[in-house]
């Protein structure tokens, strides 16, 4: 079955601090992941997709077949940053989401 | 920059009430797509459109669900008989190609249903 994991629903780290976001997919065939974000009462954006392989507001994501993985990571973390973020692969060439439940990253002063 | 628009942001309901959520997607997309989450829950998939037809649709999206493009603009999402339980925030979506094109999503509508 194709299915996304973001195992931390909260993820709290200090202004400057090192982030990672994990995101472990199940998927049969060649997954296509994403990352998405969500500012505070604003709508789902794309933040970056694994086959353009850029970094995007300083985050990158790797994606991992061994390990099954597309974690977000970003060197040093800005208030800016706080928002939830949901990976996501695509099913079929309809093109569909499926998402993971989301992690909320909190970034303190 | 283009964007998704829903209508309304937020709907209250009775149970058994029908409900019809508005969107109008990106001018130049072909694929349209309704998304429910639930308070606290992830983001699921109901419903794909395109060439004026469903081209997948979950085992969310039973017979209670249906969409429709009436004209040019609006793709609808319409609930027939409201239950508790189809609460949640639904999110249209649309994107201008297949493939691995970005999916362009509206900010939401919120259906309350008491």
């Known amino acids: 079955a194709q299915r996304v994991t973001q195992p931390e629903k909260l993820l709290s780290v200090f202004k400057g601090a090192p982030v990672e976001l994990k995101c472990n997919y199940s998927y049969s065939g060649s997954p296509e992941l994403f990352w998405y974000v969500q500012y505070s009462r604003q709508r789902l954006q794309l933040l970056l997709r694994?086959?353009s392989r850029e970094s995007i507001k300083g985050f990158t994501a790797d994606l991992n077949k061994g390990e099954t993985s597309f974690h977000l990571k970003k060197p040093f973390a800005q208030e800016e940053d706080s928002a939830m973020y949901y990976c996501?692969?695509?099913?079929?060439?309809?093109?569909?989401?499926?998402f993971g439940k989301g992690t909320k990253l909190s970034v303190k002063p | 920059e283009p964007e998704v628009t829903q209508t309304p942001s937020h709907q209250v309901t009775q149970m058994g009430q029908e409900v019809i959520l508005r969107c109008v997607p990106i001018s130049n997309h072909l694929y349209f797509y309704w998304y429910r989450q639930i308070l606290g829950q992830k983001v699921e998939f109901l419903v794909s459109f395109y060439n004026n037809e469903i081209s997948e649709k979950s085992e969310i999206f039973d017979d209670q669900f249906s969409v429709e493009r009436p004209d040019g603009s609006n793709f609808t999402l319409k609930i027939r008989s409201t239950k508790l339980e189809d609460s949640a925030m639904y999110f249209c979506?649309?994107?201008?190609?297949?493939?691995?094109?970005?999916?362009?999503f509206g900010e939401g509508s919120r259906l309350t249903v008491l």
């Open positions: 979506a649309s994107r201008w190609r297949e493939g691995t094109g970005e999916l362009f």
């Open positions: 694994h086959i």
């Open positions: 996501a692969l695509i099913r079929g060439s309809q093109g569909n989401l499926i």
